[in-house]
């Protein structure tokens, strides 16, 4: 089994609809991150959560919000999808050793905005 | 400010050619460094990374020095493989404020053919 796993892996949406991707995770790691993939710019980050109590801004979380259910379960909500926000997703999670901070990958949610 | 600047893309090899990606960054600390590779349809997975300046990394026939004088990582391979086509992404993590999380760069399309 994965140790970090998505749904849905494929969403088609129409705009002003409310969504929200889920993530969750075996790996027992405190961190995880929701960035989000365009083509061509790389993946950038929309949240992350370094435990159950924290949440942090990335650096483009405007139009989305998260929740962090439990350690291993982290949700990305789009509140009033809107076109631009047609991407693939994807959830990581790490926990930092002594040197460097490893990010796991999910497979990615590939979400489509009508 | 942290950012990573990796050579465009795609990139187009026959079997067994040599490879390199060029990866530059800037640091306002003492980075580690990482290089993701993403296969088609998948989420991104560590290929190799290093810690501290000199150190190579090395994985699946991959390697990567940190270079620190020049601030770059670029990452090479001696004979590339059909199997190799993928996206490659360079990475840095530097610790503020005691949280640690990645920056990437956009992302080189490699494809390799028969």
């Known amino acids: 089994d994965a140790d970090v796993t998505q749904t849905p892996r494929n969403r088609i949406t129409k705009t002003g609809k409310r969504i929200m991707l889920e993530c969750s995770q075996t790996?027992?790691?405190?961190?995880m991150y929701w960035y989000r993939q365009d083509p061509g710019l790389g993946l950038q980050l929309i949240y992350y959560?370094?435990?159950?109590?924290?949440?942090n801004k990335g650096e483009i979380s405007d139009g989305y919000s998260v929740s962090r259910q439990a350690q291993a379960k982290f949700s990305l909500s789009l509140e009033s999808a809107i076109p631009n926000q047609t991407a693939l997703y994807f959830c990581?999670?790490?926990?930092?050793?002594?040197?460097?901070?490893?990010?796991?990958f999910g497979p990615g949610t590939r979400l489509t905005v009508l | 400010g942290n950012s990573v600047t990796q050579m465009e893309g795609p990139v187009t090899l026959s079997e067994e050619a040599f490879l390199t990606i060029n990866c530059t960054y800037t640091a306002t600390g003492y980075p580690s460094l990482f290089w993701y590779v993403q296969y088609p349809g998948e989420g991104l997975q560590l290929l190799l990374k290093?810690?501290?300046?000199?150190d190579k990394g090395s994985n699946k026939g991959f390697e990567a020095t940190y270079r620190k004088e020049t601030t770059s990582f670029h990452l090479e391979k001696g004979s590339v493989q059909v199997s190799d086509s993928a996206v490659y992404f360079c990475a840095l993590s530097v610790s503020q404020g005691g949280s640690e999380k990645l920056v990437f760069g956009k992302g080189t399309k490699l494809t390799v053919n028969p």
């Open positions: 790996k027992g790691h405190d961190r």
């Open positions: 290093a810690t501290k300046a000199d």
């Open positions: 990581a999670t790490s926990d930092p050793g002594l040197a460097g901070d490893t990010q796991y």
């Open positions: 959560s370094f435990d159950v109590k924290d949440i």
